[in-house]
Each structure stands twice: as C-alpha cells, then as structure tokens.
C-alpha cells in the first residue's frame, strides 16, 4: 500500500516562496517517478514539476524557471521549491507516484497553496 502525505502549503504573498515536501511510505522508492500536479478552481488537474521515467524532470511552461523539484531518496520525500509565486499558482496541489514497474499511479490527499496579498 502507497501513502503519499503532503505538507508545507499555505498562503504566501505574490512575489513570495514556498517549499512544499511529499514524504511517500513506499518499500522501494527508487521504482517511482515522483511529481508535482496542481488543480486550480474550476480547471483540470495538471503537472506543476516531475521527474521522468527514465531520468531528468520536466516542468510546465508556467512554473519553468520559477519552480525547481527535488527529492531525498534516503528520506523518501519530494519537495517542490516555489519561487516568485503568483495569483494564478494558487491551486490545491497533489503528490504523484508513478510506479514504473507496474504502471500504476499513486496520489496524495491534496493541500491547498493560495496566492494573495
């Protein structure tokens, strides 16, 4: 059984930062591709940060550059580094485990980040 359990969101001014963290409860981490998605009001769900499959991350136009996504295997824990954060990055944002040996797709319980001054 995979438990993802997400911390670190909030509300953040624009322009501010914030460092979120996914700790997973999986026997081995190094099988999962772990990532970042986020749903905003009214929208679908979609890929803030992840790492690839095969090696390397991959970002979304809008969080390139102002995001940077991390991970500690011994702690088994991702983390997703926001910087410069704006109004439309305000969205409930999830914890993604791809198990790339089964294909299967683990999902935290979600947590909010809201962006306002």
């Known amino acids: 059984q995979v438990e993802l359990v997400e911390s670190g969101g909030g509300l953040v001014q624009p322009g501010g930062s914030l460092k979120i963290s996914c700790v997973a409860s999986?026997?081995?981490?190094?099988?999962?591709?772990m990532g970042w998605y986020r749903q905003a009001p009214g929208k679908s769900r979609k890929v803030a940060a992840r790492?690839?499959?095969?090696?390397?991350?991959f970002y979304s136009d809008s969080t390139r550059g102002r995001f940077t996504i991390s991970k500690d295997d011994a702690k088994k824990t991702v983390y997703l580094q926001m910087n410069n954060l704006q109004v439309d990055d305000t969205a409930v944002y999830y914890c993604?485990?791809?198990?790339?040996?089964?294909?299967?797709?683990?999902w935290g319980q979600g947590m909010q980040v809201t962006v306002s001054s």
């Open positions: 999986v026997d081995d981490f190094s099988i999962y591709a």
């Open positions: 790492f690839l499959n095969r090696g390397g991350t």
């Open positions: 993604n485990a791809y198990d790339t040996q089964n294909r299967l797709d683990y």
